[in-house]
């Protein structure tokens, strides 16, 4: 398969050249003109026509390509749909990715294809669009709350591709009519779970013993993560980001140090890229990480890292499975509203897009300040009392 312009370009004269496209499925080779000289408009061309082949090698070529020009009737919309073949799940998911309008060009393609898999674990490769309906995605939901034990944002996730995937597929002349509804368990609450100082002790005093107590896979460097998580814990990075970091990116003027979080394709967002000043208590764990070339995490993974804090939270105690990687980043925000109360500054130091986001995650009061508060209530209704009651009534 090709998409290549036609014709010569004559010096001094408006550039009248177009795309040719050249498909082939199996043993089918059909050329045809696009007609335009947008190459992304000829590449989505080519798509259709690879679709269109797969599900019916047998469609001519007039039908063929009044689809891929958009002058597709019902006529030829039904034969296709009438093909020996129907999409497959495993087949589905490919040409998501291959599409750039859907996948194809994703920042957090690993992410989705983590999320897929356990679409294709319940469902099967060989699984025709067709015949999921509502029955079968209600059994989905409960398999991957139940048996799969994952948070209802876990849950949502992967949900919301399965979703995604699904009415993507109705567009594909070869796709299903009509797909089910997919409904997410819309959870109230973000997953949160933050840190307290005796946690913090504990789980990282955990770190070290568990790591070689228990490995399993590859052996866990319990002091080279226990130096992640603390830089985790003080500059409220994403686990990725601190994994993808250089020691270029590490600079240091006007007598204090930074972290510049610049390369957009490694960051979750646009507004990720942002600027993090380096505390004492990071500056020390970067210091112990000289040793390692690159960046100070680079021979780190995120499983290994996951399996050492997983390890580590069972030794510690810790019970509750909100308690993760990311409440380092939790924790960080939430102090750092503490220390400064400026909602603002705790958005940029996050790299959140809108300030909303912030406010909608920390803008919560943690427990043991509403225990404090209620200290302050009851201290202030005894002063009440005392200035209110006559003085002999005192003696």
Known sequence: MSVTLKGKAIQGQPDRRYYMIRVQVNNRRVPFSSKTRDKQAALK???????????????????????????????????????????????????????????GDIRSGSTHRANLKHVTEFFGENKILDEIDEALLKKFTSYLAVERKLSPGGVDRVLAVTSRLLRVSTTWPDGPKHVPRVKLLKKTKPRMYVLSTEDEKKLFAAVLTTATKRPRGPDIDGHH??????????????????????????????????????RRHELKTGSSVRTIPVTTEAADALERCKHVEGGPF????????????????????I?????????????????LLEVVGDIKLVQEWLGHSVITTTARIYAHVPTHRMVAAADALGKLRENSVALSTPKETLQ
């Open 45 to 103: 061309m080519e798509r259709i026509a690879v679709d269109a082949l797969t599900a019916n090698p047998d469609i001519s070529k007039a039908d063929l390509l009044r689809l891929v020009h958009g002058k597709d009737t019902s006529t030829v919309r039904a034969a296709l749909r009438a093909g020996p073949a129907r999409v497959q799940l495993g087949d589905a998911i490919k040409r998501c990715f291959r599409d750039p309008e859907v996948w």
């Open 225 to 262: 993560c226990l130096q992640l998580f603390r830089v985790l814990l003080e500059t409220g990075m994403r686990l990725n980001e601190a994994l993808l970091l250089r020691w270029g990116d590490i600079v240091t003027s006007g007598g204090s140090t930074k972290i510049r979080l610049w």
């Open 298 to 317: 680079s021979i780190l993974t995120k499983a290994r890292a996951q399996r050492a804090w997983k390890n580590a939270r069972e030794d510690a105690g």
């Open 319 to 335: 019970t509750d499975p909100d308690c993760v990687i990311h409440s380092l980043r939790h924790t960080c925000a939430t102090r």
